[in-house]
């Protein structure tokens, strides 16, 4: 079977429209100021905080309370197979004549495995033990497209679902009720560069920040505004566009809490002139001035190496290394090193063959990197096997990806089993092992229960499914309120052993009429309130 048209170079119009469509729909989402329902946006995303949900305030009372996880996406699909390069392998060199690393262009991070010297800079990762690499990583039933694969990595969804929340955004949710309407002034996250992604976006709103480039943050951090408005006549269309930029920028809630932790922090090492760079410069600065974010989301693009690699690809990585290299040298100058966790990720590998253009073509499996201290040095899934292949000719993947990001839920951000499970829709799929030391102690929200959230019921009509854990048996109690806080109805009242549950819920059949409502939880002396609208 021939791979799907579009994913090479050679496809034509159908590979130019596989980029055009992709394109298309990030420019609706990164262009114009919106104002809707009172919720601004930026980059095309809403401008919105968060209030700290039994997660995270469960995050403050234990060793976790500190940590901040760095998302590196490389964007457009790295060609894992020469960032880590399978050494001595008569088949790569083969099938690669021209784009092969040789011996002699590498460093050995063991005897079958090396980098490229371009990513140099990661070498006392590796020697040092802050550094794992998890071999050919993918999902079931690939999807070649850069824009579905993409969403399909953001949310964490199989193939064949489309889901349109990120899981980074589930995560964030998890029992903020006062999200839109109480939000603090410190961001979730901070998501820098190219395109905005769903990574961050949940039912109800989208939990980053989105800058679309360094310029955009610097404008923020030294003049408290979003978007300059003194420099603007007195045209008519010049005085509307005025009075939008001074609303967005008195109604950003941001502005403070940057510049403050941008004059707190500090860049203490020099970094190299290139994009990541200044991207990573900007979280170092931000995670030692304190700015409280956990999460950060910076992006590098060119990895959609279809044509004359060999002249892209290796400043590409020679980025992607001596950035992370300036970004840590950085942290521990000022004693924040131990607590930042990165993690790299691309929507796909390349094909293992070159083509006809000195290039690859879009693929499956590719490596993960993960980068922090005290994270020890090990390679994690089989490496891809060249002489075993599928019918598109790649290497059949090891990895699924949402085991990593569990891991790192529950592992390093701290998530219990049960939430991390139901955040992932992913029954059944367990942590990487060896990835991640286990959290310490390993506790989310509290010992008793956890009200993890709902969905559509699959019975169909208008019923919702409220899923939630208990992990002591013990009295369980679900009230249903208005949204003034008075009880509107208890919706369950019962003795309840430990695990995770369901409970269906049809609004008709307690005669309630559509608006917003809020379900509350109670259970184990604790109480868990989620909004919910028909």
């Not at 131990?338 to 073509?361: H, K, P, Q």
């Not at 990806?401 to 029954?427: G, I, K």
Request: glycine letters at 10%; hydrophobic letters at 35%; charged letters at 20%.
């Amino acid at each position: 079977m021939e791979r799907k048209k579009g994913t090479r170079l050679q496809d034509g119009e159908a590979h130019e429209n596989m980029h055009q469509e992709w394109g298309r729909r990030d420019f609706l989402k990164m262009t114009g100021l919106a104002a809707l329902g009172g919720a601004l946006t930026l980059s095309g995303y809403p401008v919105s905080a968060f209030a700290p949900g039994p997660i995270l305030a469960g995050l403050s009372n234990t060793n976790c309370g500190d940590r901040v996880l760095v998302l590196l996406r490389l964007k457009g699909g790295n060609d894992g197979l020469n960032t880590v390069i399978l050494r001595g392998n008569d088949t790569y060199y083969n099938i690669r004549p021209t784009l092969a690393v040789p011996e002699n262009g590498l460093w050995a991070l063991s005897d079958d495995y090396g980098m490229p010297n371009e990513l140099l800079g990661l070498q006392p990762f590796w020697e040092e033990g802050r550094m794992k690499v998890v071999h050919n990583v993918s999902y079931p039933q690939q999807n070649y497209s850069h824009f579905r694969s993409s969403d399909i990595w953001a949310s964490a969804s199989d193939s064949s679902e489309v889901v349109n929340t990120g899981w980074m955004g589930r995560w964030l949710e998890q029992d903020l009720p006062a999200f839109l309407s109480a939000p603090p002034v410190i961001p979730p996250a901070l998501q820098i560069g190219v395109q905005p992604n769903m990574i961050f976006r949940s039912d109800s709103a989208n939990y980053a920040l989105a800058i679309s480039n360094p310029a955009e943050f610097y404008q923020i951090a030294q003049t408290g505004t979003l978007y300059e408005s003194g420099n603007l006549g007195n045209q008519p269309f010049e005085r509307e566009l005025r009075y939008v930029r001074q609303v967005a920028n008195s109604a950003f809630r941001y502005s403070e809490s940057i510049q403050r932790a941008y004059n707190d922090g500090s860049n203490q090492v020099a970094y190299p002139d290139n994009y990541l760079a200044e991207q990573m410069a900007i979280v170092a600065r931000m995670i030692k001035g304190s700015l409280g974010t956990k999460v950060f989301m910076v992006t590098i693009d060119g990895f959609d190496t279809h044509s004359n690699q060999a002249n892209f690809h290796p400043n590409l990585l020679d980025w992607v290394g001596s950035s992370v290299e300036a970004f840590y040298a950085d942290l521990a100058a000022s004693g924040h090193s131990e607590n930042v966790l990165t993690m790299s990720f691309s929507e796909f590998g390349r094909t293992i063959y070159e083509n006809g253009s000195a290039g690859t073509d879009h693929g499956t499996g590719a490596p993960m990197l993960l980068f922090g201290e005290g994270l020890g040095s090990d390679f994690l899934g089989e490496a891809p096997d060249l002489d075993n292949t599928d019918q598109y000719g790649d290497p059949f993947f090891s990895v699924d990806f949402r085991s990593v990001y569990a891991s790192v839920m529950q592992n390093w951000l701290c998530t219990p089993p049960e939430v991390t499970e139901h955040l992932l829709d992913s029954e059944g799929l367990q942590p990487l092992d060896g990835l991640l030391p286990p959290a310490d102690p390993p506790i989310g929200a509290n010992e008793a229960g956890m009200l993890l959230g709902h969905e559509p019921s699959p019975d169909g009509g208008l019923a919702f499914d409220i899923h939630y854990a208990v992990r002591q048996p013990g009295p369980v109690r679900i009230v249903l309120l208005y949204e003034n806080g008075t009880t509107a109805r208890t919706l369950w009242n019962h003795y309840q052993e430990a695990g995770s549950h369901r409970l269906r819920f049809a609004p008709s059949e307690f005669y309630l009429s559509p608006g917003r409502y809020y379900y509350r939880l109670e259970a184990g002396g604790r109480v868990f309130t989620r909004l919910i609208t028909w």
